[in-house]
Nanobody, 124 residues
Framework: VQLQASGGGLVQAGGSLRLSCVVSGGNFGSYNMAWFRQAPGKEREFVAAIKRNGGFTAYVDSVKGRFTISRDNAKTTVFLQMNNLKPEDTAVYYC??????????????????WGQGTLVTVSS
């Protein structure tokens, strides 16, 4: 199974970016999907997750109301729409997949499949 993330870049504060993650070689519909991020010198943290059927989502408080996670099971792709970006959103963003149950969606250690990361830089 491979996860290929894209869509990162340099944007000014208040701007928007849309990240994409294409999953190949697996049963996309069986995975809960998530985005994590890691800023320089910090631990990787949970950002958002979406349940395998798209019916439930979860967000870290710092991005609620600004970020939206979605998925297209037909295209085996998960998205992260990021609006009103702030300098503190600067990080490498990773998509991840898990077959574990939804209550563990925020837990990094439950994700066994990871993309390569895409860098988001927000300038002030």
């Amino acid at each position: 199974v491979q996860l290929q993330a894209s869509g990162g870049g340099l944007v000014q504060a208040g701007g928007s970016l849309r990240l994409s993650c294409v999953v190949s070689g697996g049963n996309f519909g069986s995975y809960n999907m998530a985005w994590f991020r890691q800023a320089p010198g910090k631990e990787r943290e949970f950002v958002a997750a979406i349940k395998r059927n798209g019916g439930f989502t979860a967000y870290v408080d710092s991005v609620k109301g600004r970020f939206t996670i979605s998925r297209d099971n037909a295209k085996t792709t998960v998205f992260l729409q990021m609006n009103n970006l702030k300098p503190e959103d600067t990080a490498v963003y990773y998509c991840a997949a898990t077959s574990t149950i939804w209550i563990y969606a925020r837990n990094l250690e439950n994700y066994s499949l990871w993309g390569q990361g895409t860098l988001v830089t927000v300038s002030s």
